[in-house]
């Protein structure tokens, strides 16, 4: 089955620095790979996410990056702010008619500092 | 839309008792997933519905962990006897199997079993 590995557990920035969270998987079928992200006591959210017909994908500052090839994506922050503390999930899915389940990373710490 | 509804929210029992977390998936998703997430072992999905028929219950556990989905609307995740190893925050999630994957969590039942 899929297995997903993801680094670091623990990121920590100042505030406007760049932030980057890496995963790999290991099912070359899979194809949709979003990231979460939970504040301390609170549900996981939905982020960004990226199907795999797409190398890159931008939403403000935040951007996600696929190689397939090497089967590992990351998540890329820019500018960031005391606010974007929090921990992060990648996940991966494996193609629709298939299993609809996704599988999590163990999720990356990541303090701002102001 | 009132998104995932969970309940309880907080949950505290003795060990041995059974304890019945409930979900009320967002209308219209047809996947339901159960999730429990410790600091030991992160997020780990339990069992998914795919239109209320169980696909994937290999995450369950052991036998004292049931779920069940009799309706589109509502679904239970029963722990019988309650363990103090079984406390953990439990997410109820749903979705589309037709659509991109997006998972939507609900606020999660922190279960703490003494």
């Known amino acids: 089955g899929e297995n997903v590995e993801q680094h670091p557990s623990t990121l920590s920035v100042q505030e406007g620095d760049s932030a980057v969270i890496k995963c790999t998987y290991s099912?070359?079928?899979?194809?949709?790979f979003p990231w979460y992200k939970q504040e301390l006591g609170k549900r996981p959210q939905l982020i960004i996410d990226?199907?795999?017909?797409?190398g890159e994908k931008k939403d403000q500052r935040i951007a996600v990056t696929l190689n397939k090839t090497a089967k590992h994506f990351s998540l890329h922050i820019t500018e960031t702010q005391p606010e974007d503390s929090a921990v992060y999930f990648c996940?991966?899915?494996?193609?629709?008619?298939?299993?609809?389940?996704?599988?999590f990373g163990k999720g990356t710490k990541l303090t701002v500092n102001p | 839309d009132a998104g995932v509804i969970q309940s309880p929210r907080h949950e505290v029992t003795e060990m041995g008792q059974e304890v019945t977390l409930r979900c009320k998936p967002i209308?219209?998703?047809?996947?339901l997933f159960w999730y429990r997430q410790t600091m030991m072992r992160g997020l780990e999905l339990l069992i998914y519905?795919?239109?209320?028929?169980?696909?994937?219950d290999s995450g369950m556990p052991e036998d004292r962990f049931s779920a069940k989905m009799p309706n589109a609307s509502f679904s239970t995740l029963k722990i019988q006897p309650s363990e103090p190893r079984d406390s953990a925050v439990y997410f109820c999630?749903?979705?589309?199997?037709?659509?991109?994957?997006?998972?939507?969590f609900g606020p999660g039942t922190r279960l703490t079993v003494l």
């Open positions: 999630a749903s979705g589309w199997t037709s659509g991109i994957g997006e998972q939507f």
């Open positions: 099912d070359s079928a899979s194809n949709y």
């Open positions: 990226i199907r795999s017909n797409v």
């Open positions: 996940a991966a899915r494996g193609p629709q008619g298939g299993s609809e389940k996704l599988v």
């Open positions: 209308s219209g998703h047809n996947s």
């Open positions: 519905f795919n239109n209320n028929v169980p696909i994937d």
